[in-house]
């Protein structure tokens, strides 16, 4: 049975994935702030993402890690980096290498060939530059660490259910019109988990037509 362990569990890509998990059969463990309210059921462990020893066990039987935490509204809160070096820390203590981490098509170097979504990009990282610094930093450590990891970078997020019509790579251009449900992006990065197409890649996954 594959299990795996989820940093962000009680956000809504948390929730899409612990479903799309639980309908899999596989098994979940989780780490999350102590004030974080988790899906009922999941096995959670509440700590500081600062407490690597804390995060070890979560991480250590498992097949692969979905990190897929990020600021609330309002957008301010900067953690994303520290969070995940501290995630990738203590997967380094362990057997376990894979590693999913969902940043977003307004982080990093992205393709776009949309003016209006450029235009965006930049509007984000001047209106936010500490968050922006701190999602890009989160990707450089990713990228630094010799784990198998993949960077989703999802355009918006939407509730709509699954339309199984996903297309993913490391070259999509996306626009300020690109949408994938989180019903989608879970079940992408199960599949991800499970047949591994995109290691050491940092992707866009978006909604085909
Ligand atoms: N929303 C979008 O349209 C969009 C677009 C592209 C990319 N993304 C990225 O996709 C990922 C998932 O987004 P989402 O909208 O599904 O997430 P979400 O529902 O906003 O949930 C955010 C998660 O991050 C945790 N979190 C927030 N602040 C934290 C802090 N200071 N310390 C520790 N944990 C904290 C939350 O825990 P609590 O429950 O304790 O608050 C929650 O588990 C994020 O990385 C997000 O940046 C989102």
């Known amino acids: 049975m594959t299990a ?23 098994t979940i463990r989780s780490y999350a702030r102590i004030s974080s309210v988790a899906p009922s059921g999941v096995a959670v462990i509440s700590g500081t993402f600062g407490d690597v020893a804390q ?11 979905c990190c897929v935490y990020g600021p609330r509204a309002p957008y301010v809160d900067v953690f994303c980096a520290a969070a995940t070096r501290a995630v990738i820390a ?30 965006a990009r930049s509007w984000f990282r001047w209106r936010r530059p500490a968050v922006a610094q701190d999602r890009d930093e989160q990707e450089a450590i990713v990228m630094a660490s010799d784990l198998d990891w993949t960077i989703v970078m999802p355009p918006r997020l939407t509730e709509a259910g699954p339309s199984g019509r996903v297309l993913a790579g490391p070259d999509l251009p996306v626009g300020l019109r690109s949408a994938v449900s989180r019903a989608d992006l879970a079940a992408f990065m199960l599949d991800e988990i499970a047949t591994p197409r995109f290691v050491r890649e940092r992707i866009i996954v978006q909604q085909g037509h």
Do not use: K, N
């Open 4 to 26: 795996v362990a989820i940093f962000g569990v009680s956000g809504r890509t948390g929730g899409a994935l612990t479903a799309a998990a639980r309908a899999r059969g596989w």
């Open 90 to 119: 203590a997967m380094q203590r362990t057997p376990c290498h894979r590693l999913l981490c969902v940043t977003g098509a307004m982080i990093g170097d992205v393709p776009t060939r949309s003016r209006p979504m450029a235009w």
């Open 55 to 65: 995060i070890v066990p979560v991480v250590e039987c498992v097949d692969a890690v």
